[in-house]
């Protein structure tokens, strides 16, 4: 077994200074950085921003046109507003710095989870610090900083949580994985393998697995109500936080996300430019399924899709293929930047993926596979919700890679482990 520096020698003082390590990057970026807080997803940002707008209206009306939009965000952007007024951009800004900052806290703390190790916490918090694309979001008027501060904050509780049943592990599970849910519904993909890991940590007592599981139900249930009974009121559907899973799979099981991902047109051709701003070009459909009532909307979307995949078995299948190769290749999505970006981040982000995947090997050779099930579950779940929808670089980014620092963090710490041990031989 190695021997590391007990963690608790650890202080405050070092978790402070990864924070601060972390929060200074970020301010440098923010500031040289050439793009506006809108210029990074102008759609997204200006739709949230608009959506922040319509809240200091009083309207709670978050359909915008594709679907309902999650409700945490544009009010995180809107309680800027009241509070900052003119400055809330600049404060806006800078809370998702914070947000960013204390997301590293909480991956340094998942380190001391797993590992127990000294190293392997300071080079997680390392790491974090100045992997790219987990952090450039703090600068962007987009949910991305937020739901990646509540996904860890989630994840923290659920591993405390399956080695011990206390309250506080609890709840900070539940309220956690909520208000990442409030923010964007893609988590609750990860519900059924949550269940499958608290029922397996408390085999031997299946009341403590039902009653944990209830509980944090019962949670979600209690914090999504409020927002799911507006949306019944206003557009007679109770939606619990976003509706739009159907149209995700829909844009990527159609003649337009086969155009996306397959037979990608050249950047800057008319048919590029479809993909991004005129999806009938591609969907004969799309519009008219855009000017149907919200509540019948999605099932059109999908529905859609389904008779695409059935007309279209062989296409389907190049599409699944082509998601796959995206998910597990490094760096930008294929096809959609230019030759020389796409060698920059793929030279960036291998080392981080190799790492990774060697980090996983070392940790279950060394403690077995039941520690890091965890992982192997959520990376199952991000790989089937990124294939079988739409896939997205910036989808992995903040859903998964940021948790493949803490591994490598771990491969890292074994690396150095191995190498004083060549010197002193």
């Not at 797993?114 to 080079?123: Q, T, Y």
């Not at 988590?187 to 209830?214: E, G, M, T």
């Not at 493949?404 to 004083?420: D, E, G, P, R, V």
């Amino acid at each position: 077994m190695r021997k590391y520096l007990p963690v608790k020698h650890f202080s405050g003082s070092y978790y402070f200074m990864i924070f601060m390590l972390i929060v200074v990057i970020r301010t440098l970026f923010t500031l040289f950085y050439p793009l506006n807080s809108y210029q990074f997803f102008a759609a997204d940002s200006n739709e949230y921003v608009g959506l922040a707008n319509n809240i200091l209206s009083f309207n709670f009306n978050f359909d915008i046109g594709r679907f309902i939009r999650s409700p945490l965000y544009p009010f995180f952007i809107a309680l800027h507003k009241i509070i900052f007024q003119s400055y809330w951009q600049n404060a806006l800004i800078a809370s998702q710095i914070l947000l960013s900052g204390f997301t590293g806290i909480y991956l340094c703390l998942i380190s001391k989870e797993l590992f127990k190790n000294v190293p392997s916490i300071v080079i997680t918090g390392l790491l974090y610090s100045i992997y790219l694309p987990v952090f450039y979001y703090v600068y962007s008027f987009t949910s991305e900083t937020v739901y990646m501060f509540f996904n860890v904050v989630s994840i923290y509780y659920l591993l405390r949580l399956l080695k011990e049943n206390r309250a506080k592990h609890l709840i900070g599970y539940g309220v956690s994985f909520s208000l990442a849910y409030l923010t964007r519904a893609e988590i609750l993909l990860f519900v059924p393998f949550v269940v499958s890991l608290i029922f397996y940590a408390y085999r031997k007592n299946f009341y403590d697995a039902f009653k944990i599981s209830c509980s944090v139900f019962i949670i979600w249930f209690l914090m999504t109500l409020p927002w799911a009974l507006v949306n019944e009121k206003i557009h007679h559907s109770y939606i619990t936080s976003s509706n739009g899973g159907k149209y995700v799979f829909y844009l990527s099981n159609s003649r337009l996300g086969y155009a996306d991902i397959v037979e990608t047109p050249a950047i800057g051709s008319p048919g590029y430019d479809a993909l991004l701003n005129n999806y009938n070009f591609y969907n004969s459909d799309y519009d008219s399924i855009i000017n149907l009532a919200s509540n019948i909307k999605q099932d059109a979307f999908f529905l859609s899709a389904i008779r695409w995949i059935g007309n279209n078995p062989d296409k389907f299948i190049k599409v699944k293929i082509c998601n796959l190769l995206n998910f597990f290749l490094p760096g930008l999505t294929l096809n959609h930047h230019s030759f020389k970006d796409r060698l920059i981040m793929f030279i960036f982000t291998l080392p981080f993926h190799a790492l990774f995947y060697l980090g996983l090997f070392q940790a279950i050779r060394s403690a077995g596979i039941i520690p890091h099930l965890w992982i192997l579950f959520y990376f199952a779940c991000m790989c089937g919700f990124l294939t079988l929808f739409l896939y997205s670089a910036r989808f992995r980014a903040y859903g998964l890679e940021v948790y493949f620092l803490i591994y490598s963090s771990y491969a890292i710490t074994n690396i150095i482990q191995h190498s004083k041990k060549l010197v002193a031989a």
